[in-house]
């Protein structure tokens, strides 16, 4: 079965540093990740996907992520972190046969002035 | 192109009662699939549909039904409701035009309050 693994449910940065947030993923095949944000009382906007094209997936609002099958990893970066990336951030991966994604329990952002 | 959008955004119910949920997918999109989100359990999957047909259902009770017609908008209904049913339900749509997995677009979610 496919999972994914969130490391670390808050993450506080200061504002301009760099944005890490932990995704790993279980997948006997081949898998398809993705990475959402969810602002409050807001749905999900989907900042990034992986679908085996590259390895290196860049994404809206200045987000990529770099998919490493070695170490089952698909983590989020951003070199400069604003105010406005506040929010909560969902690794997932899109089950093969079961039509559904898989999310993370999230990673709640703060940044600090 | 206009997003997911959900109906009503926010809803308050009593216990025991029945709620329904609507859900129109972006335009061209035949998958619809919806998650609950509670702050204990996360998101999870209650059900996907695609061209009126549920393909997969998530580990949830009877009470959780939903259908889709035929211009792909899907509706999920909720009976005899309990308070920990209270959450965000969030709709999603995919094109599904193939076999292989493809993305996920959300609606903004109805949040529903059971009393």
């Known amino acids: 079965a496919q999972s994914v693994t969130q490391l670390g449910s808050h993450v506080s940065v200061s504002e301009g540093a760099l944005v890490l947030l932990r995704c790993n993923y279980s997948s006997s095949v081949p898998p398809y990740l993705f990475w959402y944000v969810q602002y409050p009382n807001q749905g999900l906007q989907l900042l990034l996907k992986?679908?085996?094209?590259?390895?290196l997936v860049k994404g809206i609002n200045g987000f990529e992520a770099e998919f490493k099958k070695s170490e089952t990893s698909f983590h989020l970066t951003k070199p400069s972190a604003h105010m406005s990336d506040a929010a909560e951030y969902f690794c997932a991966v899109r089950d093969t046969g079961g039509f559904k994604t898989i999310f993370g329990a999230g990673t709640r952002l703060f940044v600090k002035a | 192109k206009a997003g997911v959008t959900q109906t009503p955004r926010y809803l308050i119910k009593t216990r025991g009662q029945q709620v329904t949920l609507s859900c129109s997918p972006i335009s061209g999109h035949r998958s619809v699939s919806w998650y609950q989100q509670t702050p204990g359990q996360g998101l999870q999957f209650l059900f996907e549909?695609?061209?009126?047909?549920?393909?997969n259902k998530g580990n949830f009770p009877g009470r959780f039904s939903g259908r889709q017609f035929s211009n792909s908008r899907s509706e999920m209904n909720v009976s005899t409701l309990e308070l920990g049913d209270s959450a965000l339900y969030l709709c999603?749509?995919?094109?599904?035009?193939?076999?292989?997995?493809?993305?996920?677009?959300f609606g903004p979610g109805t949040r529903l309050t059971v009393l």
């Open positions: 999603a749509s995919s094109l599904a035009t193939s076999g292989a997995p493809d993305t996920q677009y």
């Open positions: 549909y695609f061209s009126e047909t549920q393909r």
């Open positions: 992986y679908t085996s094209a590259a390895t």
